[in-house]
């Protein structure tokens, strides 16, 4: 029987997961069967159980399940412990297995596409939500000089950080106080790009050093980007090279294999213009 996976989540009809599993599987000559699941909320435990029990072998989260998933699985990676999420679950022997993807994603894209290090460099994170949780294990995994997160609500990003103190060194800061400093990576965690909005960064953060990422990936530059284009920023890049590199750590975990990631990037890049 074809092994199934599915990616969870509220809503899900835009998920490009099926599609970049496929291509995965297809490079890499392995046979798998990969859908969509739609979950109300409150019924999480019950869809997965479901497909559980209908044999299937491994499981992608998206929002709002990340937590769900994370409380649903019997154990957990480190980096999943951290973020207290999980966006990838494995049914092994009876057992579920959960892992966070979403802070490799970013930082194989950041280091190995963009060849950008992240280690001593002055690290800024923009957001203090979900997206965020995610990924500042493997940030300071890659030891960055410093590691900020300036949120427009400052309790998140304080919260964070004392969450995250056993994992490394990173400071919380509100908007006003960016002025006069400098970083080498800007992130942009923050839903705004998805209301065509800003963050409220002061003018003069960018320079020829910087490398610009917005987790938000679309056909154009987001009002972020743009700003980073206007301040000539050394780089800039969305988040679908994030997307497609959490996805293939996601496909080697259950397959064993780990799938080339550039060609299915430029597909994708093509199908969203
Ligand atoms: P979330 O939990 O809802 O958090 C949203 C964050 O954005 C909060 O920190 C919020 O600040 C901030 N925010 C929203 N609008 C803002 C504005 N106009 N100015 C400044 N800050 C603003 O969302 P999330 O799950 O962290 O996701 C964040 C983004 O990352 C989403 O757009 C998502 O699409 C993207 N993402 C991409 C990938 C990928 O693979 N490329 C993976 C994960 C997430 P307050 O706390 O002050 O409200």
């Given amino acids: 029987m074809t092994d199934r996976y599915a990616v969870i989540g509220n809503p ?18 392995q046979e798998i069967l990969y859908e969509r699941l739609f979950a109300d909320l409150g019924q999480f435990n019950q ?6 029990a209908a044999g299937a072998k491994g499981l992608n989260i998206t929002l709002p399940f990340k937590s769900d998933a994370f409380r649903f699985a019997d ?10 999420a999980v966006n990838t679950l494995t049914f092994r022997d009876g057992k579920v297995y959960g892992d966070n993807t979403d802070g490799v994603g970013l930082v194989r894209d950041i280091v190995e596409n963009l060849d950008y290090p992240v280690t001593d460099r002055r690290v800024l994170i923009l957001g203090a939500g979900g997206a965020v949780r995610g990924v500042l294990e493997p940030l300071l995994r890659e030891k960055p ?4 997160i300036v949120n427009r609500t400052l309790v998140r990003a304080e919260a964070l950080v004392n969450h995250f103190a056993p994992w490394g060194q990173l400071e919380a800061i ?3 106080q960016l002025q006069g400093r400098s970083f080498d990576i800007i992130i942009n965690a923050t839903s705004s790009s998805l209301h065509k909005e800003l963050p409220p960064i002061p003018h003069g953060l960018f320079s020829a050093r910087t490398l610009a990422y917005d987790m938000v990936y679309s056909s154009g530059l987001t ?43 430029n597909m994708l890049r093509e199908i969203l213009a």
């Fill in 47 to 52: 869809v997965v159980a479901e497909f559980v």
């Fill in 223 to 265: 009002p972020f980007l743009q700003r980073a284009q206007a301040e000539h920023a050394g780089m800039l890049a969305d988040g679908l090279g994030m997307l497609v590199e959490q996805a293939a750590e996601s496909f080697a975990i259950w397959r064993g294999v780990q799938p080339d990631t550039r060609k299915v990037t």
């Fill in 75 to 84: 154990e957990v990676t480190e980096r999943a412990r951290a973020a207290e």
């Fill in 145 to 148: 000089a410093t590691l900020t």
């Fill in 12 to 29: 899900v009809a835009h998920s490009q997961s099926p599609f970049i599993h496929s291509e995965f599987a297809l490079a890499c000559k």
């Fill in 174 to 176: 509100a908007y006003e």
